[in-house]
């Protein structure tokens, strides 16, 4: 599984409605034409006390707004509240979130839809509000300095908020719009998460859907920061997420064909106590040394790899064995043979959500959609696998 201190957002999954482009951008900000006749000499002043953050905050927004309006339903929602897009739309602080994800000025440019001097100058307003720096640039790139890095969990609570307010204050309006940004690793990816995406986006198709791959540890850290909105993880995870437990998984052992054990019907802990074992790297090990510590063995591991196909190249090739859950080996052509173990282990899969941020309706709507997919999903046959036979009495 990739492994990332960051989240990198692996796939962004449009909105099926194609038709929809947003208006005429002005200025190097992209300020709208519906905005461009706002008067600066009659706005408020805000002074450096709290009245004046609130104002960078709401209506500061307006240089870098995109509003879509070739859409009817957007166009409705536009006029029936024309103060909402002040508060739903980008802020300047959206800007700097997506910098610091993306560890550059122009990708967060290209994601937003911004020229790279719009996207400086937003940054820019914001260090002038608050008085101090927020980024530090290299010839490496650039990254938050220690008072960013202070604000920057305020600043993603507060878009949070801006973002359900935009999906409740649509809803009202009978339309559907958001943003879910979902945390995964490499089986969920491909076994579950195309079959959920598109009979979700087929049911919902204005809601844009974030794909952010990494391993358990990371996607419970992006959820502990609100860089996710929801997690799939193994089980159990941080008591301080609300989980939803989906399905179980089984563990199973693989070896080469020619391997001793390959005639076996199933494997005893004792049976690889001394076997050269692969192991995943740390972050994506947790399901592995979880089992062979419920067997109270050690092998020997004289690889690791965070790459759950290179693990199955490397039994291939007759460099040790492992053990993988089954939905990784699903569909594939493998040239292993894959037990199941004596205790017959398995994973249970879930999903997680910070219980200290409020959901969005787009993010509960993927949820109930995910458990309904998930009612008729069944493994998918590979290579190899051997039934376990059982003495009976």
Known sequence: MACRTKPTALHTIPRASTDIQPDVVAGSLGVSKSRQNINPNTAAKPSWRMPAFRESVLFAARPVMMICTANSNAARMHHASPDCSVVCGFSVSMPLQQVVELGSLTKAAETLGLTQSGVSHAIHSLESEFGFSLLSRSRSGVKLTDNGERVLRYIRDMLLVQEQLKQEVALINGIEVGTIRIGTFTSISVQWLPGIIRQFL????????????????????????????????????????????????????????????????????????????????????????????????????????????????????????????????????????????????????????????????????????????????????????????????
């Not at 996607?219 to 989980?243: A, C, N, Q, R």
């Not at 790459?307 to 040239?335: C, F, H, W």
């Not at 219980?355 to 995910?370: D, E, F, N, V």
Request: include cysteine.
């Open 202 to 393: 087929s049911q919902h198709p204005n809601i844009e859907v974030r794909l952010f791959e990494g391993d358990y540890h990371e996607i419970e850290e992006w959820l502990l920061k609100g860089e996710i909105d929801l997690g799939f993880v193994s089980l159990p995870t941080m008591d301080s997420f609300h989980i939803i437990p989906l399905r179980q998984d089984r563990m199973l052992c693989i070896m080469p064909p020619d391997h001793s054990l390959a005639q076996e019907n199933f494997v005893s802990y004792s049976q690889l106590a001394d076997e050269s074992f692969i192991m995943p790297k740390e972050g994506s090990d947790y399901d592995v040394r979880r089992v062979l510590g419920k067997g109270r063995i050690k092998p020997p591991v004289p690889f690791q790899t965070a790459d759950d196909y290179a693990i199955i190249a490397m039994v291939e090739n007759g460099l040790g064995i492992s053990i993988l859950p089954e939905m990784i080996l699903q569909g594939r052509t493998n040239k292993v043979v894959a037990l199941e173990l004596e205790d017959q282990s398995f994973r249970s899969l879930g999903i997680a959500l910070n219980t200290s941020k409020s959901s969005t309706p787009a993010t509960q709507k993927l949820i109930r959609t995910a458990k309904e997919w998930l009612t008729s999903w069944q493994p998918m046959p590979q290579t190899g696998f051997k039934h376990p036979w059982r003495k009976t009495d």
